[in-house]
T-cell receptor, first 115, second 113 residues
Framework: GAGVSQSPRYKVAKRGQDVALRCDPI?????LFWYQQALGQGPEFLTY????????KSGLPSDRFFAERPEGSVSTLKIQRTQQEDSAVYLC?????????????FGQGTRLTVV | QKEVEQDPGPLSVPEGAIVSLNCTYS??????FMWYRQYSRKGPELLMY????GNKEDGRFTAQVDKSSKYISLFIRDSQPSDSATYLC?????????????FGRGTQLTVWP
């Protein structure tokens, strides 16, 4: 596709429910990032993949958060036993290479509301 | 204290005004500096990208980085209503293969006709 695609665009979950958020990066992009953006805040880093390898997961807020990218393309962010504080926009970004001066392209995000 | 501090505004200016947006950061390891624009309910899109200190100009936009004071600026000349958005500064470390970005909280800008 032309850009980073995320689905669903909107998700309402009852507290305690598990959710799965999908990211389709730009074809051929090696690096993939997940960010969490709370209302009125800037994006906060969650985790980073280089191909299928998860190189940094230091931003995941708890062990309820899990991300995978098994074939080095599509990635899924899973949140177990959702809590109200998980309500945020989850952004995925991808970039072509791993070196520092390549642009990261963001998807439109998935807006998660936990009720 | 957050790695990157940014005044959230909101900032409201008339069309044609010069807009100045600013951020400060705390980590001397940051080498790459970016400004993203984010429209409502959209993902951030890259506006400007600079490496180390100095100025960079692109049309009506000028980005400045002063590493000695750890200060990042974006200037918008002849502002237009279509510039109304949230502007996010971001930075990342040099010398690492990891591309993690550190964002400010964003400044909400409204340009009225």
């Amino acid at each position: 596709g032309a850009g980073v695609s995320q689905s669903p665009r909107y998700k309402v979950a009852k507290r305690g429910q598990d959710v799965a958020l999908r990211c389709d990066p730009i074809s051929g992009h090696v690096s993939l990032f997940w960010y969490q953006q709370a209302l009125g805040q800037g994006p906060e880093f969650l985790t980073y993949f280089q191909n299928e390898a998860q190189l940094d997961k230091s931003g995941l807020p708890s062990d309820r958060f899990f991300a995978e990218r098994p074939e080095g393309s599509v990635s899924t962010l899973k949140i177990q036993r959702t809590q109200q504080e998980d309500s945020a926009v989850y952004l995925c970004a991808s970039s072509l290479q791993t070196d520092m001066n390549t642009e990261a392209f963001f998807g439109q995000g998935t807006r998660l509301t936990v009720v | 204290q957050k790695e990157v501090e940014q005044d959230p505004g909101p900032l409201s200016v008339p069309e044609g005004a010069i807009v100045s947006l600013n951020c400060t950061y705390s980590n001397s390891a940051f080498q790459y500096f970016m400004w993203y624009r984010q429209y409502s309910r959209k993902g951030p899109e890259l506006l400007m990208y600079t490496y180390s200190s100095g100025n960079k100009e692109d049309g009506r936009f000028t980005a400045q980085v002063d590493k000695s004071s750890k200060y990042i600026s974006l200037f918008i000349r002849d502002s237009q209503p279509s510039d109304s958005a949230t502007y996010l500064c971001a930075t990342k470390e040099g010398g690492s293969t990891l591309g993690r970005l550190y964002f400010g909280r964003g400044t909400q800008l409204t340009v009225w006709p």
